[in-house]
Nanobody
C-alpha cells in the first residue's frame, strides 16, 4: 500500500516561510514523478508544483513561481515544498501527489497524501 505523509503545515504571517516535507516508502517513491497541489475553502484543487523522478523538468503554477521551490531527495524518499513570501491567498490544504510514471503529468496522479493545512494571516 502506498502512503504519502505530509507535514510542516501551520499558521504563519504574510511574508513568512514554511517548508512542507512529504515522505513515502522507497518502493512507493522510486521511479515516480512527484508534485504538490492545494485546495482552498470553496475552491477546486489546483496544481502547485511538480518534478520528475530525477528532480528536473520542474513546473510551477504561475502565482507561486519565484516564491515556492520543489525539491526531492531520492535517498530520503522525500519531496519538499519550500514556500517563501507567503500571502493570505496561499491559505489552503496542501497535498502531496505521486504520478504513475517517471515524468510528471497532471492527469496521471495515482496516489495522494492526506493533506496539511497552511494558513497565512495578513
Amino acid at each position: 500500500q502506498v502512503q504519502l505523509v505530509e507535514s510542516g503545515g501551520g499558521l504563519v504571517q504574510a511574508g513568512e516561510s514554511l517548508r512542507l516535507p512529504c515522505t513515502a516508502s522507497a518502493r512507493a517513491f522510486h521511479n515516480h514523478a512527484m508534485g504538490w497541489f492545494r485546495q482552498a475553502p470553496g475552491k477546486e484543487r489546483e496544481f502547485v508544483a511538480a518534478t520528475n523522478w530525477l528532480g528536473g523538468s520542474i513546473e510551477y503554477e504561475p502565482s507561486v513561481k519565484g516564491r515556492f521551490t520543489i525539491t526531492r531527495d531520492n535517498a530520503e524518499n522525500s519531496v519538499y515544498l519550500q514556500m517563501n513570501s507567503l500571502k493570505p491567498e496561499d491559505t489552503a490544504v496542501y497535498y502531496c501527489a505521486r504520478n504513475d510514471g517517471l515524468w510528471w503529468s497532471r492527469s496521471a496522479v495515482d496516489y495522494w497524501g492526506q493533506g496539511t493545512q497552511v494558513t497565512v494571516s495578513s
